[in-house]
Nanobody
Framework: QLPVAESGGGLVQPGGSLRLACAAS????????IAWFRQAPGKEREGVSC????????YYVDAVKGRFTTSRDNAKSTVFLQMDKMKPEDTAVYYC???????????????????WGQGTQVTVSS
């Protein structure tokens, strides 16, 4: 498995911004599709975004379109999730996950992704 880890979570006010990072220890993320999921208390894990390998095509769930942006820095072997105009309903534990086939099709299905990070807490509150 690919050991991935998230960083950058924290507390932010409504309307504010936060940037999460996903990195792999001792490896590159270049060949993999990387998705971001989130799970709020009492709710199912939800696929938020995905960036494919190669073309770096991005995909988003409707709830975050126009507010969240995922990008890849191959030199740093890191995938970012830039979250702007944040809302209280964005509060959740955020996870990054890697798909070894490199494609984002069906990224909402958690079982598609073989490697997962431990998660980072994001809280949007005034």
């Amino acid at each position: 498995q690919l050991p991935v880890a998230e960083s950058g979570g924290g507390l932010v006010q409504p309307g504010g911004s936060l940037r999460l990072a996903c990195a792999a220890s001792g490896s590159t993320l270049f060949p993999y599709a990387i998705a971001w999921f989130r799970q709020a208390p009492g709710k199912e894990r939800e696929g938020v975004s995905c960036i494919s390998s190669g073309s770096n095509k991005t995909y988003y769930v409707d709830a975050v379109k126009g507010r969240f942006t995922t990008s890849r820095d191959n030199a740093k072997s890191t995938v970012f999730l830039q979250m702007d105009k944040m809302k209280p309903e964005d509060t959740a534990v955020y996870y990054c996950a890697a798909d070894f086939l490199g494609f984002c099709s069906g990224f909402g299905a958690a079982e598609k992704f073989a490697s997962w990070g431990q998660g980072t807490q994001v809280t949007v509150s005034s």
